[in-house]
């Protein structure tokens, strides 16, 4: 069983910066990755960015690539999505999940 817990989310105005904690507790995925997801109102869930447990490599979507960078601290069983440049179209409830295990997600909204 694996529990993971986002948090983070908020208000911001466009151009401001946000950063989403995902702290993962129960059994480790050494060899996974940890994936961050959005889904908009009336829109389907989408891939954001990704990293892997064990070698760090990285995946992101193009629309966020140069605005957000994921990173983990393997210590703390956490990743990080940090958002900078926000723009209004990055409003969405943001996921993070591995291994068919999802968060409860975290709102992020961004004005215009």
């Known amino acids: 069983q694996v529990q993971l817990v986002e948090s983070g989310g908020g208000l911001v105005q466009a151009g401001g910066s946000l950063r989403l904690s995902c702290a993962a507790s129960?059994?480790?995925?050494?060899?996974?990755?940890m994936n961050w997801y959005r889904q908009a109102p009336g829109k389907e869930r989408e891939f954001v960015a990704s990293?892997?447990?064990?070698?760090?490599?990285?995946y992101y979507a193009d629309s966020v690539k140069g605005r957000f960078t994921i990173f983990k601290n393997n210590a703390k069983n956490t990743v990080y999505l940090q958002m900078n440049s926000l723009k209004s179209e990055d409003t969405a409830i943001y996921y993070c999940g591995t291994n068919g295990y999802w968060g409860q997600g975290t709102q992020v909204t961004v004005s215009s």
């Open positions: 990293i892997s447990w064990s070698a760090g490599t990285t």
């Open positions: 129960g059994r480790t995925f050494s060899g996974s990755a």
